[in-house]
């Protein structure tokens, strides 16, 4: 078998890139294409594995954060850029701050970005993830019913069980944010740590967060209003940017954490530009109403959840290792056949 490369070669990518999956169990991540053509845009995704994941029992709501599955979290809040592209591919038109395309996309109610969620499923040819039975873009949704048999869920009435693309529940957001998976504990802030990451107007230096400091500690000014999504700050353990600070997000869970009623007010967190370091804890929950939008929200963004799922770092070490071993067995194979 030839393989393009010595076997040497080949050996030391695998081993290079075995190394860095072992060394950051964080770094996994993908692109997914959504749109077609001028209106194309990608969306990335990190892996949050460690299924099965205890509680936390120190913030808000309490217990908080075990998810029984693998997920993949916007590694970024949804832009502008992302919403001006979905209008352009459809009559629903959805309102945002107009701040720039590379802004969080704010100003957003959440039926509004149901009605997103909705789309990146239907248009990559999946199923809705909520259940719509009006044609207004603000609209509260239905909830699935048994008589939906292959959408209901009775432990949440508002996601359909076969949807990929959703808005993130409330123990997903928090785990994303909050739990390390390397040392398996959670901490109060999404930078990995105990106390409050360091305010700046943008950039991506670990343990930063675009919000105000109480006081605001020279020279850094309060930012005028958020950053880029990709300059929103460090990442979180797992490798998520701007999950503290930049715009609040909002979750798919409703207040009271029981998803029963379309018209209950729906949590959100994270804090924005303007907060104070205790709207980033794991402590800080607030409840807004789903139809809210423009200047009511404009604090208020989103990112998306992915439960079509990305494998696990160790799957592709073991994978690597087993090409590797196909590899060298190939090359001795052929040194026996000629004799060597």
Known sequence: MKTGFPLSTWTAVICVLMSEMWLSKTSVADSRVFGSGVNQFNMEFVSIGDPNNANDTTGTPNPAGSVGYAYNMGKFEV?????????ASQTLQITTANRGLNKP???????EAARFVNWLNTSTGGFAAYKFTTTGVNDNIALWTPTDTLDYNPGNLYRSRRADYVLPSTNEWYKAAYFDPNTGQYFNFPNGRDTAPQAVVSGT?????????????????????????????GLSPYGVMGMGGNAFEWEETAQFLSNSDPTSRRGARGGYWLSGSSDLSSSNRTDIAPGLEVSAVDYVGFRVVSLAVVPEPSSWVLALIGISGFLYRSRMGKKRLNGK
Do not use: H, Q, R
Request: no cysteine.
């Open 79 to 87: 832009s502008e850029d992302m919403i001006t592209k979905f209008n």
């Open 105 to 111: 996309a704010t100003s957003v109610s959440w039926n």
């Open 205 to 233: 230096d670990d343990n930063t967060a675009v919000y105000t400091d109480v006081p605001v500690k020279p020279p850094v000014p309060p930012p005028a209003g958020p950053a880029d999504i990709m300059l929103a700050g």
